[in-house]
């Protein structure tokens, strides 16, 4: 087995992720990513005009989604 570390080998996975790029690896919209962590209240990190995720976040939201509803529900009367 090598000794090389994973940092050495470039597989780091990176601490935050903007929302597009949790999108893309959860095979969502960046809105749907929006209402996700809104409805499951998972933590953000803002720097500067930045709105980052911590990848432990996307993994939760992986494996557990939200218990509530992705789109939020509609105000206007069914016709």
Do not use: C, F, W, Y
């Amino acid at each position: 087995m090598s000794n090389t570390s994973k940092v050495e080998q470039g597989a780091v996975e990176p601490l935050l992720v903007s929302r597009n790029q949790a999108a893309r690896l959860l095979g969502l919209s960046a809105r749907s990513i929006d209402l996700l962590l809104k409805a499951s209240r998972q933590p953000t990190t803002k720097i500067g005009k930045r709105i980052l995720i911590p990848s432990a976040a996307v993994h939760e939201l992986a494996e557990n989604g939200s218990e509530q509803r992705i789109r939020p529900a509609s105000t206007k009367p069914a016709n």
